[in-house]
């Protein structure tokens, strides 16, 4: 089980950036229409773990159930997270681990999540 630590990310640009205590363990890939395509790999945190350190604009898109509100930079295109609900009401975030720059790219494991039956 990885520890919990505080991880940097940003978009492409540099616009936005974040930082989130999470632990990388439990990441998700998923197979719905978004992430797929976009290649996503998932981390969830409580939203109060997560915060802003690059307060660039971003651009909302909601898709489906219209619950999940994606973030990304209108810029560069790069979307670093996603706001939402847990099944429980708590606030979460959703960090595409992609976009965490001080992690080597491929240094995870992810399960797959069958999404796109939901």
Known sequence: MSETKTHAG????????YEVETGLDGL???????????????AFAPRSAFRLTRDGPTTEYRFHAH?????????????????????DGSETVA?????LTDIEPWSWDAKRVNGRDF
């Open 10 to 17: 940003s978009c492409h640009c540099g616009a936005v950036a």
């Open 28 to 42: 998700a890939e998923c197979n719905c229409s978004h992430c797929l395509r976009k290649g996503f790999v998932l």
């Open 67 to 87: 619950k999940i509100a994606h973030q990304f930079c209108p810029t560069c295109g790069v979307q670093p997270f996603a706001y939402g609900t847990m099944p």
């Open 95 to 99: 960090i595409n681990v992609r976009t």
